[in-house]
């Protein structure tokens, strides 16, 4: 790997890293030396790139720093195709339009080299999802949870019975045939999952729910910890 390019991979890697990575982590994924990603960040620190950190305890990239868009490799076209293939098959309407768009953004914004990775993908998503019948408007309830709005649902379990609550939705989750509205339960002051095909109704409301979205995941992610020894991603 050239050094340019391996400078633009650090920057790459403490960009999506919410934590102090050490110069050992950076120098495995990288396949170079530690010795090697101590120049690199003295060179990077030396262009004034706001790296912060020291050997032993690791570096952290400050926010807001910007660098040219579209500056991808192969591998990371590939992952955003196939990715967006996925969310084609399986998102709602606006979202599978919107995945659509962004394959078309990036098949006309990359350099000419990289085209065929987009037009002619290697890796390819399935483009049928068999997911099963729903009336919930997605788009609607995805709205709810950027805008941290309460939800009124009205629900039917697995033995028919059903409930009206509400809900602080905060995330949507895709199984095999079904997605997942994941959210916090007024009725039950608890969190709960529901199923979007057993949804008769849902409004959203103009209340706001008094917790940002990111902070129920955070607590969430806690709870699945704590319950069961296992993190939802």
């Given at each position: 790997?050239r050094?340019?390019?391996?400078?633009f991979?650090?920057?790459?890697?403490?960009?999506?890293?919410?934590?102090?990575?050490?110069?050992?982590?950076?120098?495995?994924?990288?396949?170079?030396?530690?010795?090697?990603?101590?120049?690199?960040?003295?060179?990077?620190?030396?262009?004034?790139?706001?790296?912060?950190?020291?050997?032993?305890?690791?570096?952290?990239?400050?926010?807001?720093?910007?660098?040219?868009?579209?500056?991808?490799?192969?591998?990371?076209?590939?992952?955003?195709?196939?990715?967006?293939?996925?969310?084609?098959?399986?998102?709602?309407?606006a979202?599978?339009?919107?995945?659509?768009?962004?394959?078309?953004?990036?098949?006309?914004?990359?350099?000419?080299?990289?085209?065929?990775?987009?037009?002619?993908?290697?890796?390819?998503?399935?483009?049928?999802?068999?997911?099963?019948?729903?009336?919930?408007d997605?788009?609607?309830?995805r709205?709810?949870?950027?805008?941290?709005?309460?939800?009124?649902?009205?629900?039917?379990?697995?033995?028919?019975?059903?409930?009206?609550?509400?809900?602080?939705?905060?995330?949507?989750?895709?199984?095999?045939?079904t997605?997942?509205?994941?959210?916090?339960?007024?009725?039950?002051?608890?969190?709960?999952?529901?199923?979007?095909?057993?949804?008769?109704?849902?409004?959203?409301?103009?209340?706001?729910?008094?917790?940002?979205?990111a902070?129920?995941?955070?607590?969430?992610?806690?709870?699945?910890?704590?319950?069961?020894?296992?993190?939802?991603?």
């Amino acid at each position: 790997m050239r050094r340019a390019d391996r400078l633009f991979q650090i920057v790459q890697l403490l960009r999506r890293s919410s934590q102090p990575v050490t110069a050992e982590a950076i120098a495995t994924e990288l396949e170079t030396s530690k010795r090697s990603v101590y120049r690199d960040i003295a060179a990077l620190m030396a262009q004034r790139v706001p790296v912060r950190g020291e050997a032993g305890i690791g570096y952290v990239l400050d926010s807001g720093f910007d660098m040219p868009p579209l500056m991808l490799t192969s591998d990371e076209v590939e992952a955003a195709v196939l990715g967006a293939q996925w969310v084609a098959g399986r998102g709602d309407p606006a979202l599978a339009r919107a995945a659509r768009d962004l394959i078309a953004k990036i098949a006309a914004t990359v350099p000419e080299r990289l085209r065929p990775v987009v037009l002619e993908p290697a890796l390819g998503a399935p483009k049928t999802w068999n997911v099963l019948p729903e009336t919930l408007d997605m788009a609607a309830m995805r709205g709810a949870i950027h805008s941290a709005r309460k939800v009124a649902l009205h629900y039917k379990d697995e033995k028919e019975a059903e409930t009206r609550r509400t809900i602080w939705p905060f995330q949507v989750a895709y199984r095999e045939t079904t997605r997942i509205v994941i959210a916090w339960c007024e009725t039950r002051d608890d969190f709960r999952m529901f199923r979007t095909d057993r949804v008769i109704l849902a409004e959203v409301l103009e209340d706001r729910y008094p917790a940002r979205p990111a902070a129920l995941r955070a607590k969430w992610r806690a709870h699945l910890r704590e319950q069961y020894g296992v993190e939802e991603h």
